[in-house]
């Protein structure tokens, strides 16, 4: 480890021994980098030496000088020719590159519109952010829409939901069932309406289990969301005339008693009805 100030010589550099871990060498260089420059602030000089790393503490201290560099044993390798580099080459080198880590998060928060937490994670692991890239493409042609339209339903799917259910499934889960195509359809679905978000993870541990199609899953298993007005308004009308006394104190101030109204509903129509349409519907009922 050595430090310069920024423009001048390269500084005297320490060696350190008894680094045993990656997260020894981290808190070696910070300490040894905090180090040199108190020395160096303080008007010292940093010696040119083998020093010992203390776990216990996190510190180092020397172990034995080395006065000059052939104390290192260092001699040129005869083997070696110069090695020169032209701009074509290193443009060349710099074109073939990927996207990397830094911009694909930029370019994950500035034009997918994702949250930095989400970026970070999507984008730590190559694998991660890969399966996230192709189940995006695949749900936004899906649902044709732009990718950033549906950037954060695919994030929340990719980081939450499907690991949560892969985890819950263990060895039943089948990874060669977990297609993007398969997801997609599933997030078509819940994004159209015809499934709620439990719905979508009941549906997805079938397909992890068995491979099937998720709308044929959706239809055979009676997963499906209804939005039938006249089922879901002839329900509301049976519960609010069994409840006339809450329905007075609704209207009489009680606004919290909407909460009630809701699971109501959703318990006599067996957790199927969407939720959004309940809502509306009691909405206008009762405050009409």
């Known amino acids: ?118 970026a970070r994670e999507l984008t730590a692991e190559v694998e991660t952010f890969e399966r996230f890239e192709m189940l995006l493409a695949e749900t936004a042609t899906a649902l044709g829409k732009p990718e950033a339209a ?22 039943e889960a089948n990874p060669a069932h977990a297609s993007a195509q398969a997801q997609a359809a599933i997030l078509k679905m819940q994004d159209a309406g015809e499934i709620s978000g439990g719905q979508a993870k009941e549906i997805y541990e079938i397909v992890l289990r068995t491979g099937r199609h998720p709308e044929e899953i959706a239809d055979a298993e009676g997963l499906k969301q209804v939005s039938d007005t006249g089922a879901i308004e002839a329900k509301i009308d049976e519960i609010l005339a069994a409840n006339e006394d ?31 349409v309940v809502n509306q519907l009691l909405k206008a009922k009762l405050d009409g």
């Not at 203390?54 to 560099?69: I, N, Q």
């Not at 549906?150 to 799917?157: H, I, P, R």
């Not at 609704?250 to 606004?255: I, Q």
């Not at 129509?269 to 969407?274: D, E």
């Open 1 to 118: 480890v050595s430090v310069r100030k920024p423009g001048e010589e390269f500084g005297t550099r320490t060696e350190t021994k008894n680094v045993n871990s990656v997260r020894f060498v981290m808190q070696v260089v910070e300490y040894e980098a905090n180090r040199q420059v108190d020395v160096l602030e303080n008007g010292g000089t940093v010696d040119q030496e083998t020093r010992l790393f203390d776990p216990g503490t996190g510190t180092t201290r020397t172990m034995r000088s080395k006065e000059d560099a052939h104390d290192y044993r260092y001699f040129p390798d005869p083997d070696l020719l110069p090695l020169e580099l032209d701009e074509d080459f290193l443009a060349e080198c710099r074109a073939s590159l990927p996207e990397l880590p830094d911009a694909k998060r930029a370019r994950y928060t500035g034009e997918l519109g994702l949250t930095e937490y989400n």
């Open 150 to 171: 549906v950037a954060t339903q695919v994030a929340n799917w990719s980081l939450s939901v499907a690991p949560g259910v892969v985890k819950s499934l263990g060895d």
């Open 246 to 276: 809450k329905v007075a104190e609704y209207r009489g101030g009680k606004d919290k008693l909407f909460g009630f109204f809701v699971g109501q509903t959703m318990k006599a129509m067996q957790g199927k009805a969407n939720p959004g």
